[in-house]
């Protein structure tokens, strides 16, 4: 994506959590969006702030089948269940969207001659046997198990984004996103942050699944956006990981939950789910190094950044 002039940009999945703050940020930037999404996951109220905005369209779509918006200069493929509650609820679509999906919208890359960067994952590293993960780590996963319908879909569309731009000369980009949380985040998609957050506010049990001694990075979603258009901009076709860096066992964060909300909730402990990853961290030397980008926000700032958010959720119940 140029920094300089103004670009007609499509972005998919543009009603969920990332896929709206991508559209801020490229709006704030002065671009025009053509915004994609089937609301399977997202929800109007994530856009609800550019109804009326001249260089907002939103077209209600699934592009696991065939569309085409227009000429576009440059494509952010966002739209995938991105939760494992979602894509395991969603399995089928789950698959259909990384294969299928990715595909349309690489086509549609090929056709207008646009840039291309699709949001994947470090699930793409499975239980990583390498920690922490570096983007040249090939990963550990279960190809038939519960969380296989996202891991594999994802490790799929890798594959083909990285084969148009090898067959087609396609100007593709891949980031592996790593936790990433803070407003507009589904409430009730079973995330550990809007779980925890929503059970801290509410003053019900924080359900830990396992012992909690399993770790997870945590980036503020403003971070993340910055990385990923500075990736936009660069000449990496390889994946990058973008993510914060700190490691908190779940068990860390669900007290840094209650001791920022001020809640009396109490923990309980429930079954780990099967495949769960054990330990995860991104080993960002590779944005650090060709994008200069570095996450700025702790944990703790991004959480308190998150709270009215979550309240409003708490107060707004057909949303909890
Ligand atoms: P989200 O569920 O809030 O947003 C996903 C959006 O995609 C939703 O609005 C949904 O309605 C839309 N969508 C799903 N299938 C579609 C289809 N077939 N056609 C059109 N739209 C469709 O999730 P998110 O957290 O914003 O995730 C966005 C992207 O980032 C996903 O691709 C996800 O895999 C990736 N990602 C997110 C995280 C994270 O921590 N948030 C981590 C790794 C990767
Ligand atoms: N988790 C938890 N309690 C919850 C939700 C999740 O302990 O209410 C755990 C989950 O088992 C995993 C971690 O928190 O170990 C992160 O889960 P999440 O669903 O947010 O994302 P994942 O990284 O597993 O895709």
Same mark, same amino acid.
């Given at each position: 994506m140029s920094a300089q002039t103004v670009q007609t940009i499509l972005v998919t999945g543009a009603a969920g959590f990332l896929g709206s703050h991508l559209c801020d940020h490229l709006l704030a930037d002065g671009h025009s969006i053509v915004g994609v999404d089937n609301l399977s996951t997202g929800s109007h109220a994530n856009l609800?702030? +550019?109804? $009326? !905005? %001249? =260089?907002f369209r939103f077209v209600e779509a699934d592009i696991c089948q065939p569309f085409d918006v227009g000429p576009v200069d440059y494509i952010f493929n966002f739209a995938s269940p991105a939760s494992p509650v979602d894509y395991t609820r969603l399995g089928i679509e789950t698959l259909l969207v990384g294969s299928a999906g990715t595909i349309n919208t690489l086509e549609l890359a090929k056709k207008y001659g646009a840039g291309y960067l699709h949001a994947s994952t470090s699930e793409c590293y499975g239980d990583p046997e390498v920690h922490p993960q570096v983007e040249t780590y090939w990963g550990n996963v !279960? %190809?038939?198990? %519960?969380r296989s319908v996202y891991d594999e879909a994802k490790r799929f569309s890798e594959a083909a984004v990285v084969a148009y731009h090898r067959y087609h000369g396609v100007n593709t980009h891949l980031v592996r996103i790593f936790n990433t949380y803070g %407003? =507009? +985040?589904?409430? !009730?998609? $079973?995330?550990v942050i809007s779980n925890l957050m929503i059970q801290a506010l509410k003053g019900e049990p924080l359900t830990i699944y396992g012992d909690g001694s399993q770790t997870r990075s945590f980036c503020f979603a403003s971070d993340l956006i910055s990385g990923i258009v500075l990736l936009s901009r660069s000449e990496e076709h390889m994946p990058v990981n973008i993510g914060n860096p700190v490691e908190w066992t779940i068990l860390e964060c669900a007290k840094e939950i209650l001791d920022l909300t001020g809640s009396t909730s109490k923990i309980i402990f429930k079954p780990l789910p099967q495949d769960d990853p054990t330990r995860r961290r991104p080993d960002i030397t590779r944005a650090r190094t060709l994008l200069g980008w570095e996450p700025k926000v702790k944990l703790r700032e991004g959480l308190e950044r998150s709270l009215s958010y979550f309240q409003a959720c708490v107060n707004t119940p057909q949303a909890v």
């Amino acid at each position: 994506m140029s920094a300089q002039t103004v670009q007609t940009i499509l972005v998919t999945g543009a009603a969920g959590f990332l896929g709206s703050h991508l559209c801020d940020h490229l709006l704030a930037d002065g671009h025009s969006i053509v915004g994609v999404d089937n609301l399977s996951t997202g929800s109007h109220a994530n856009l609800a702030h +550019l109804a $009326g !905005n %001249p =260089r907002f369209r939103f077209v209600e779509a699934d592009i696991c089948q065939p569309f085409d918006v227009g000429p576009v200069d440059y494509i952010f493929n966002f739209a995938s269940p991105a939760s494992p509650v979602d894509y395991t609820r969603l399995g089928i679509e789950t698959l259909l969207v990384g294969s299928a999906g990715t595909i349309n919208t690489l086509e549609l890359a090929k056709k207008y001659g646009a840039g291309y960067l699709h949001a994947s994952t470090s699930e793409c590293y499975g239980d990583p046997e390498v920690h922490p993960q570096v983007e040249t780590y090939w990963g550990n996963v !279960n %190809p038939i198990g %519960p969380r296989s319908v996202y891991d594999e879909a994802k490790r799929f569309s890798e594959a083909a984004v990285v084969a148009y731009h090898r067959y087609h000369g396609v100007n593709t980009h891949l980031v592996r996103i790593f936790n990433t949380y803070g %407003p =507009r +985040l589904q409430a !009730n998609d $079973g995330r550990v942050i809007s779980n925890l957050m929503i059970q801290a506010l509410k003053g019900e049990p924080l359900t830990i699944y396992g012992d909690g001694s399993q770790t997870r990075s945590f980036c503020f979603a403003s971070d993340l956006i910055s990385g990923i258009v500075l990736l936009s901009r660069s000449e990496e076709h390889m994946p990058v990981n973008i993510g914060n860096p700190v490691e908190w066992t779940i068990l860390e964060c669900a007290k840094e939950i209650l001791d920022l909300t001020g809640s009396t909730s109490k923990i309980i402990f429930k079954p780990l789910p099967q495949d769960d990853p054990t330990r995860r961290r991104p080993d960002i030397t590779r944005a650090r190094t060709l994008l200069g980008w570095e996450p700025k926000v702790k944990l703790r700032e991004g959480l308190e950044r998150s709270l009215s958010y979550f309240q409003a959720c708490v107060n707004t119940p057909q949303a909890v």
